[in-house]
């Protein structure tokens, strides 16, 4: 896998899990895919994304749309 399939995924996963536990544990959890939101947001304007920095930094390999 590369480092953008990477960062999609958990994107993804985790705005499912929060979207998850915040129907079934605490409506609080929804603050969880709010940050991803923000993040991802941010490093669309930034063009810096953290998981994908230390993804890159672990030897994954870099892909089209993060590197």
Same mark, same amino acid.
């Given at each position: 896998? !590369?480092?953008?399939?990477?960062? =999609?995924? %958990? #994107?993804? /996963?985790? %705005?499912? /899990?929060? @979207? !998850?536990? #915040? =129907?079934?544990? =605490?409506?609080?959890? %929804?603050? &969880?895919?709010? +940050?991803? *939101? @923000?993040?991802?947001?941010?490093?669309? @304007? !930034?063009? +810096?994304?953290? &998981?994908? +920095? +230390? &993804?890159?930094?672990?030897?994954?390999? #870099? *892909?089209?749309?993060?590197?």
């Amino acid at each position: 896998m !590369t480092v953008d399939r990477i960062v =999609h995924l %958990v #994107a993804g /996963l985790m %705005v499912l /899990l929060g @979207l !998850t536990l #915040a =129907h079934f544990v =605490h409506p609080y959890w %929804v603050a &969880l895919p709010a +940050f991803v *939101g @923000l993040n991802l947001a941010q490093s669309g @304007l !930034t063009n +810096f994304c953290p &998981l994908a +920095f +230390f &993804l890159k930094k672990a030897g994954v390999k #870099a *892909g089209d749309c993060c590197s």
